[in-house]
């Protein structure tokens, strides 16, 4: 079982491979963001609404409410929007994992998938997903840069614990 200490890791992680991920898409011209690349989630925006509408959910999860619909690239047009997006997102998300105690991390959590079917999971379990998946988009997000010509960064683990550490790392 993680604990809070890993939990707060995870998500020291996850900011600062956001916040790489962020960086390197604003070299990305807004046709090649907003471009259909037939990947599971279209293109760059596709794939990135996704992420963050996932982030939503388990968030709105973990404070009692299962909603019943994911963000929609429409809900967030542009590049700008997806920033602003995320920057207003990640402060509910820091402000709940400060409330953690590894009672609440260890127990169980219900909520309901967005086709109503109801589960019960360990929190930790819950966010330690979120992160997954969030890197496993932002593995996709690489690949669909350097798809439209780009040069993409890297948002590995042992990457953020080099540069914690006082290593440069690679942009």
Known sequence: MLHIDDIRSLYEFDSWAQGRLFKSLEE???????KNLESS?????????HSLG????WLHRWQGDSP??????ADLPTFADCQRYWSDLEKPLWAFIETLTEE???GQLAYKDLKGNAYTQPLSHQMQHLVNH?????????ALQRQCGYKAIGTDMIAYYREKAGASVPR
């Open 28 to 34: 990305v011209r807004p046709e090649d963001f907003e």
């Open 41 to 49: 989630h279209g293109g760059m925006r596709g794939t990135l609404v």
């Open 54 to 57: 996932a982030t939503r959910i």
């Open 68 to 73: 019943t619909t994911m963000l929609h690239e």
């Open 104 to 106: 609440i991390l260890s």
């Open 134 to 142: 969030s890197t496993y988009h932002r593995g996709q997000m690489v």
